[in-house]
């Protein structure tokens, strides 16, 4: 039997399996408080992580770690939620406590190989794993194996720079497609800090007819405040409580600005699953995360469309871009496909 460990910014964690399928024979979940940094989470792994070892004849340890870590040595580079975990030696903290040989990959490389062994990927030679919710993150796994364990990062595909003008490290394709990135576009279309489309504005009026395209304008005009209102409405008329999920919902019940907002975020992060399969040439696509439960019509098939627009075109339809399977435990099943393969 195995353990593995989830160690996110808002959850933590602990699952018990033979690392066989996705049957879990324990799982353990505590929230995080931010609060207490690291040293909380790692209090909640030793009291949690010794009760599990109590009931069941444990091997070996996986961990799935939210944030950049070495495999290889075994250290947490650092976190991007919680403070406390730069540098720390996890995987040797981790057999001092539970006196256990134990692994660790970050939670995206994790989940892939998940994804890959359990999941939407399973049978297929190569994956990549992108999942898009707080932030977006990557995974690559080939031939069976997470590719650039041993590497300080890789698949980070959230950390593009969707432009040559992008060159600060906060200009990401995270900052266009996570949940918070697509919360920040509503706000500034609501604020009216993006200007409308102009093919909305022009569409369907010619040049000659300068009255008509000011009255289309108006028009326009007319229509945003109703849409305007009605995210405000649905977030309380308070827009810092705007997020992706209200903006999906609304979307998928007719809301321009909202579908405005998703088809950005799908258009950025079709232009960056695109650039990973024209280097790697994966077999699936897998995507999960919060962001993409937003449904069809509103995600998936957007971006598919722009992922066949930027290709290399002697890919195109060599893949398959398809939704994440495991839900919200797949980290903890990749941690145990890890220890297991270990």
């Not at 690392?19 to 207490?36: Q, V």
């Not at 890789?154 to 996570?178: F, K, N, Q, Y």
């Not at 699953?273 to 993409?292: F, K, M, N, W």
Request: proline fraction near 3%; aromatic fraction near 6%; charge should be negative.
């Amino acid at each position: 039997m195995f353990l593995g460990i989830e160690i996110g910014g808002t959850k933590l964690q602990l699952g018990v399996s033979d690392g066989k399928n996705t049957h879990l024979t324990a799982i353990e979940r505590r929230d995080i408080d931010a609060r207490r940094g690291a040293a909380g989470i790692l209090d909640s792994i030793e009291s949690v992580g010794s009760a599990l070892l109590q009931r069941h004849k444990i091997q070996r340890i996986g961990i799935g770690f939210g944030g950049p870590c070495n495999a290889a040595t075994g250290v947490v580079t650092k976190s991007h939620q919680i403070d406390g975990w730069e540098d720390f030696p996890l995987v040797r903290w981790c057999q001092e406590i539970f006196q256990l040989p134990a692994v660790i990959g970050n939670d995206c490389d994790v989940a892939a190989l998940a994804e890959w062994k359990f999941g939407a990927g399973r049978g297929s030679q190569s994956l990549l794993y992108v999942t898009v919710g707080t932030g977006v993150g990557g995974g690559l796994v080939l031939g069976g194996k997470v590719h650039g364990s041993g590497r300080p990062a890789v698949a980070e595909i959230g950390h593009l720079r969707p432009g040559l003008h992008d060159d600060r490290p906060e200009m990401t394709v995270e900052s266009h497609c996570s949940g918070w990135g697509i919360a920040a576009t509503a706000l500034a279309r609501i604020s009216g800090e993006v200007s409308r489309r102009l093919e909305v504005l022009s569409g369907g009026v010619t040049a000659d007819h300068r009255q008509q395209i000011l009255q289309r304008m108006t028009l326009v005009a007319e229509t945003e405040r109703e849409y305007i209102a009605d995210l405000l409405q649905r977030c309380q008329q308070d827009p810092e409580k705007l997020t992706a999920k209200i903006i999906a919902q609304a979307a998928n019940e007719g809301n321009d600005i909202a579908r405005d907002v998703y088809d950005h975020a799908c258009q950025v992060l079709g232009w960056a699953i695109a650039q990973t399969i024209t280097l790697v040439a994966p077999e699936v696509v897998v995507v999960g995360g919060g962001v993409s439960l937003a449904g069809e019509q509103t995600f998936f098939e957007p971006l598919g469309q722009q992922i066949e627009r930027y290709v290399f075109p002697a890919l195109r339809g060599s893949y398959r871009l398809v939704p994440a399977e495991l839900g919200e435990l797949t980290v903890v099943h990749g941690a145990l496909a890890l220890a297991a393969t270990a």
